[in-house]
């Protein structure tokens, strides 16, 4: 089998698009986090706009609805002062059962400079990335179960910024992480930052072996997971799951798996809870907990509008 | 024949020219890198409010008219003002004038933060080949350097504060 | 048309009964039928090949390709899969009843074998829908389809969810003696898009886990025992269930099974950076489980080696991986990849073939009818079918030079970076020269 270059890299090794943490050197991610810092002090400033992507068009592409992750992408397109255009999938011409390539093709002939794409299949923004023209950039947004890399960076801008180093950390993530994105891109992120000790925490259904191929240690005790962690990342628990029989009720999760402050005590004292959101308060995380001083996920949201400026910029200043 | 410049000569010449550019109140702020390190003399020198950190950095990595080719600078932003900008007399300390591009971008990102009352430039070296009409207040030195060399601003031992100024010319190789 | 095939290596696999031969011989063929095989000395050939250098063996037997037809007449796709199959060596083929409509009717497959025995490239022998419709509910006419040319039932990718019904279908074809001809996975278990394990969890793609081979295969075999059923098992994925297969055929239970060329070359790590030509069914598996597929196929567990053709359009496999439709061509590859596979488990040449001919002849049984006896051979008086091949050479997949209308393949140079062994250069059917290489422009044979 042909080993294929990354189609994230250009040849020199420079980001082109952003797909996946996966395959990142660690040069990369780090230059993406240390640029986001900038972005924050931008973010501080009475203009709060860079010149950076002035002229560029911008295209959310968002086959699955998020308003919020959307409206972060269109917020921090604006601070490079590009021109955004959010694309209304379900009423738009795919709908009307025009092919993916050929949504691309006609928005491409838009003159497109970059594509801002979440969809419901596992790989899809890496075959629009084979077939846009050279001078284009993809950005996933969210693939199926795959990744969401703007959510594992700002995650990690996040633990970098309350933690330092990440050399000595214990992290545990906790929930439905076979159907994650979050949960694979934090993972790829933190074995490629470091992380000496990651731990995947949930039941069977939720949490199968063979996700040790990942690199992480696989708990299904949620005592055992927490136990002396420095960050806890809960993920949220979609109703699908339910109807899937995965799960019995969103009750007997919280049971088990729910952060409570009791749960919470397992945790090293200094112990930042995270999270992707949204929230649902009393299935997977005590209201206590997400409204208390353990929680960093307010900061999340602001740092992801800095580490989204920081990956839009990178890329849109590298050439195929 | 290599140039000889004496970085510590000029740069007593620079520091009695901006004293004669601060205008009251004025705040003196040095382009990153080797402008930020003769700020950070200035403001020792000439005993400006504020103290020892009192001065201003600023960086052109954001307004760069190049993005589009050479992408994002690595790292992070230094820029760092201390005080207001609206209303305030700015002078912009640089090591060398060359075609004022990363001028206009300083200034770009100076008017980020606020409208300045004006904005004076000194330098160390001009070194000719403006590309944009922009002009040094004072320059202690003029000369004129073929386009395939870069001169530079280095401070002994590597960079730390308080070591001595010299120049380095260095041969371009392609960029 | 009188045609001597000269001086090849003629190679015949045998069966139980007689070694085969593999010496370098002379092959007269006169009125579709091979007159003599040895030295031809008072032949008055219409045509001579000269096969010097090259291997002279049946024509190969391909128990899995689909015609799309009927379905996609308007596209000239019988013209064009035929016109693969001879350009890939096979001089016989089965096809899968799932085409539009359904196979279930013998109106349907007497138009479809009229049509193919009009074009003269490939036998066509059409498995019959086992439930109308495939839906799993009613029996076919069987006794009607087998006479209209059906060599079996089939239920294609569609598995009969009702187990009552596949209880019953498998009863009134042992009957008559019928073969069903089923994929052994589970309906639900099988849901997923890539097979399960570490590639699949990494690329967030629903898995079909090992369980939905093996659940399926032993409900089977208890049918089987219980109905005396033959059933022929449709491309096995798994070590587990090649460890299923072993012991059913030990316990001396009337099942055959196959193999694709897919799942003997390539692994779910080939997926690479979700390549929808590696969208396959059954799913690509792991490597001990194509160690397993490899070992079996060469003991003979595993009957057959099959192309698993599929002409998927350009515009349902450039689609994300889920969405791409399952499937790749491969009539055009059956050959070279049987001998790929052949060296590197260090086969005798003619073990290799046997999987290709002989062996899927002998699944076909009785219902090949006079061709039995000597189709996927080479023998005197018996039907010439025959695949010239230069064995040394290699070549390259380019997908737009492929003669079938489906161009995607795993297999393409882009993918693999690797030449294919072996190169049909003639392909005879009855007799009639179905394909030939064309001469190479400087011209040389």
């Known amino acids: ?56 068009s911008v295209f959310n592409l968002f086959f699955e609805n998020s308003t919020r992750t959307r409206t972060t992408f269109e917020i921090a397109a604006k601070r490079l002062s590009a021109d955004v255009i959010n694309l209304d999938i379900a009423k738009s011409s795919t709908a009307k059962g025009e092919s993916l390539l050929d949504t691309i093709a006609n928005l491409s002939a838009m003159h497109a400079d970059m594509f801002i794409v979440r969809h419901a299949e596992s790989g899809a923004p890496y075959l629009i990335a084979q077939h846009v023209a050279p001078h284009v950039h993809v950005v996933n947004a969210g693939d199926g179960r795959h990744a969401h890399p703007t959510q594992g960076l700002l995650d990690m801008y996040t633990i970098r910024h309350f933690k330092q180093d990440f050399s000595q950390l214990t992290v545990a993530i906790v929930g439905d992480i076979v159907h994650s994105r979050v949960a694979r891109s934090d993972i790829h992120a933190l074995t490629t930052l470091g992380v000496p000790e990651i731990r995947a925490v949930g039941p069977k259904t939720l949490v199968p072996g063979d996700l040790s191929a990942m690199g992480v240690r696989v708990c299904h005790s949620m005592e055992e997971g927490i136990k002396g962690a420095d960050v806890i990342i809960m993920l949220r628990l979609q109703n699908e799951r339910m109807s899937g029989a995965m799960l019995p009720s969103a009750g007997e999760f919280y049971k088990s798996y729910g952060l409570t402050p009791q749960k919470l005590a397992l945790a090293k004292p200094d112990a930042i809870v995270m999270h992707p959101g949204p929230i649902n308060r009393g299935v997977e995380i005590a209201s206590d907990v997400a409204d208390g001083t353990h929680s960093v996920i307010l900061p999340q949201v602001t740092f992801g509008i800095a580490v989204r400026m920081a990956v839009m910029s990178t890329i849109a200043g590298n050439q195929a | 024949m290599m140039l000889q410049l004496d970085a510590e000569a000029l740069y007593t010449e620079l520091r009695e020219g901006v004293r004669g550019l601060l205008k009251p109140d004025a705040v003196l702020v040095g ?5 930020a390190w003769l700020a950070e003399r200035l403001q020792r020198d000439l005993g400006l409010p504020g ?118 010319v260095t041969n371009k190789t392609t960029e | 048309m009188k045609i001597l095939i000269r001086n090849g290596r003629v190679i015949d696999p045998g069966n139980a009964n007689d070694r085969g031969r593999d010496e370098i011989a002379d092959i007269a063929i006169a009125s579709g039928r091979i007159v003599s095989i040895g030295a031809a000395t008072a032949f008055d050939a219409d045509r001579v090949i000269d096969a010097t250098g090259l291997v002279v063996a049946p024509g190969l037997v391909d128990l899995a390709a689909r015609l799309r037809e009927p379905g996609q007449e308007h596209e000239g796709m019988l013209e064009s899969e035929l016109a693969a199959a001879a350009a890939g060596g096979v001089t016989s083929l089965v096809c899968p009843p799932d085409t539009d409509p359904v196979l279930d009717e013998p109106g349907l497959v007497e138009m479809l074998k009229f049509r193919a025995r009009k074009l003269s490239r490939c036998r066509v022998f059409p498995l019959g829908a086992l439930t109308r ?61 890539a097979a399960s394990g570490a590639v699949a969890t990494r690329l967030g793609l629903a898995g079909v886990p090992v369980v939905a081979e093996t659940v399926a295969m ?61 969208r396959l069914l059954p799913p690509l598996r792991q490597g001990a489980d194509r160690d397993a597929l490899r070992a079996a196929l060469a003991d003979g567990t595993l009957d057959a080696l099959v192309s698993d053709h599929n002409p998927v359009a350009e515009d349902m496999k450039n689609l994300p991986f889920g969405e791409a439709e399952p499937g790749a061509t491969g009539l055009e590859l059956l050959l070279s990849l049987a001998l790929r596979w052949g060296q590197d488990s260090g086969l005798p040449l003619t073990t290799t073939l046997a999987r290709v001919t002989h062996g899927p002849v002998r699944v076909l049984g009785d219902a090949l009818g006079s061709l039995a006896s000597s189709a996927g051979r080479l023998v005197e008086g018996g039907v010439a079918d025959v695949c010239v091949f230069d064995p040394a050479v290699d070549w390259v997949v380019t997908p737009q030079q492929l003669a079938s209308q489906g161009k995607h393949t795993p297999f393409s140079f882009a993918s693999t970076g690797m030449a294919m062994p072996g190169r049909v250069r003639a392909t005879l059917v009855a007799g009639t020269l179905a394909y030939e290489l064309p001469a190479a422009p400087g011209g040389n044979t």
């Not at chain 3, 187990?163 to 009863?171: G, H, I, P, T």
């Not at chain 3, 491309?235 to 030990?250: E, N, Q, W, Y």
């Open chain 2, 51 to 168: 103290g020892d950190k009192g001065y201003g950095v600023i960086s052109s990595t954001l307004h760069r008219d190049d993005f589009g080719s050479r992408g994002l600078a690595a790292g992070n932003d230094p820029t760092r003002l201390p005080f207001a900008i609206d209303g305030r007399h700015v002078v912009l300390v640089d090591d060398v004038l060359y075609t004022g591009r990363t001028i206009r971008a300083v200034v770009n990102e100076l008017f980020d933060f606020g409208r300045p009352a004006s904005v004076t430039l000194a330098v160390l070296v001009d070194r000719g080949g403006r590309e944009l009409p922009i002009a040094a207040a004072y320059a202690a030195a003029k000369l004129a350097l073929p386009a395939t060399q870069r001169l530079s601003l280095a401070r002994a031992p590597d960079g730390e504060p308080g070591g001595a100024f010299s120049f380095t």
């Open chain 2, 31 to 35: 382009i990153w890198s080797g402008g």
């Open chain 3, 218 to 278: 032993h409900t089977l075999f208890e049918l089987v025992r219980v109905t005396k059923a033959r059933v022929h098992l449709c491309r096995l994925s798994s070590a587990a269930g090649v460890a299923l297969l072993r012991a059913a055929k030990a316990e001396g239970l009337p099942v055959t099974a196959d193999v694709s060329i897919n799942n003997l070359h390539l692994t779910d790590v080939d997926i690479g950076y979700f390549n929808p030509d590696m």
């Open chain 3, 133 to 193: 419709g495939l839906q799993g509910q009613a029996l076919t006419e069987m006794a009607e389809l087998t006479e209209a040319g059906c060599i079996g039932f089939a239920q294609a990718d569609v598995p009969v969810t009702d187990s009552l019904v596949l209880l019953r279908a498998l009863q009134y074809a042992a009957t008559f003696g019928y073969t069903v001809w089923l994929r052994p996975l589970d309906a639900w278990l099988g849901k997923g898009i």
């Open chain 1, 1 to 56: 089998m042909l080993s294929r270059r990354n189609p994230q890299l250009n040849v020199h090794g420079e980001l082109i698009h952003l797909l996946s943490i996966e395959g990142l050197p660690k040069a990369v991610l780090t230059q993406i986090l240390d640029t986001a810092g900038t972005f924050l002090s931008v973010n501080d400033r009475d203009v709060k706009k860079v010149p950076l992507l002035r002229g560029k």
